[in-house]
């Protein structure tokens, strides 16, 4: 199944070389571009891509802004955020607003690719430079008061445990090798930890981790 992607890009240049990266790619297809937020949600709505790869900094609307958007949408695509700023405010409003992952643009082609297909595949990505930053950086919260951090009492036990590693970066397939379960098994944790804390997506799923104070520094 051919992956479809939008790309979205105030540079013309810019747009050009990640158009050439991704239809080098048997299994991925650039169905369309867009100039700022505008366009992107105009072209999302009329192509339908399932992946939009939109950069953060844009006039008329901004990449954040517009992942709110996107994700809102009847169809809505995944989002990978790219920029040329490894801000930590970027990274964390991006992720709250919906976007799959993080990537700056000085990553090499393969790592571009492959992103688009973790992200299409379920599983959250940031960039290896930022992660660490980021937990340390919104994960200084006070110890929670119970066993469990607040907010998560729907929760089972191994949920909260899946939870961790989900906001940690892991995959299914890493989880699945750190719990010694199977991948389905694993899947099947994900959905209904997403479904309890009514939460729309895997992404929104490290927020919560990060924010519950679930994810530490240095664990």
């Given at each position: 199944?051919?992956?479809r992607v939008?790309?979205v890009?105030?540079?013309?240049?810019?747009?050009?070389?990640l158009?050439t990266?991704i239809?080098?790619?048997?299994?991925?297809?650039?169905?369309?571009e867009?100039?700022?937020?505008?366009?992107a949600?105009?072209?999302?709505?009329?192509l339908?891509p399932d992946l939009?790869l939109?950069?953060?900094?844009?006039p008329?609307?901004d990449?954040?802004e517009?992942?709110?958007?996107?994700?809102?949408l009847?169809?809505p695509?995944?989002v990978l955020?790219?920029?040329?700023?490894?801000?930590?405010?970027?990274v964390?409003e991006g992720?709250?607003?919906?976007a799959?992952?993080f990537?700056?643009?000085?990553v090499?082609?393969?790592?571009?690719?492959d992103?688009?297909?973790t992200?299409?595949a379920g599983d959250?990505?940031?960039?290896?430079?930022?992660?660490?930053?980021l937990?340390?950086?919104?994960c200084?919260?006070p110890?929670?008061s119970?066993?469990?951090?607040?907010g998560?009492a729907e929760?089972?036990?191994?949920e909260?445990?899946?939870?961790?590693?989900?906001?940690?970066?892991?995959?299914n397939?890493e989880?699945?090798q750190d719990l010694?379960v199977?991948?389905?098994t694993?899947?099947?944790h994900v959905?209904?930890?997403l479904?309890?804390?009514?939460l729309r997506?895997?992404?929104?799923?490290?927020v919560v981790a990060?924010?519950s104070?679930?994810?530490?520094p240095?664990?």
């Open positions: 199944m051919t992956i939008l790309v890009d105030d540079e013309a240049i810019v747009r050009d070389g158009r990266i239809d080098l790619e048997p299994d991925l297809e650039v169905v369309g867009a100039a700022n937020g505008e366009e949600l105009s072209a999302a709505r009329r339908t939009a939109v950069d953060i900094q844009m008329v609307l990449g954040i517009t992942t709110r958007r996107l994700v809102l009847k169809t695509p995944k955020l790219l920029t040329t700023f490894d801000r930590n405010e970027y964390y992720m709250k607003a919906g799959g992952g990537l700056l643009k000085d090499r082609r393969n790592q571009l690719t992103a688009i297909r992200i299409m959250t990505l940031l960039a290896p430079s930022v992660t660490r930053r937990i340390e950086e919104f200084r919260l110890s929670p119970s066993s469990r951090p607040v998560l929760l089972t036990a191994r909260v445990e899946v939870l961790a590693l989900v906001g940690r970066g892991r995959s397939a989880i699945a010694v199977a991948e389905t694993v899947r099947t959905s209904r930890l479904t309890k804390l009514d997506d895997r992404a929104q799923a490290v990060y924010e104070g679930l994810i530490r240095g664990t």
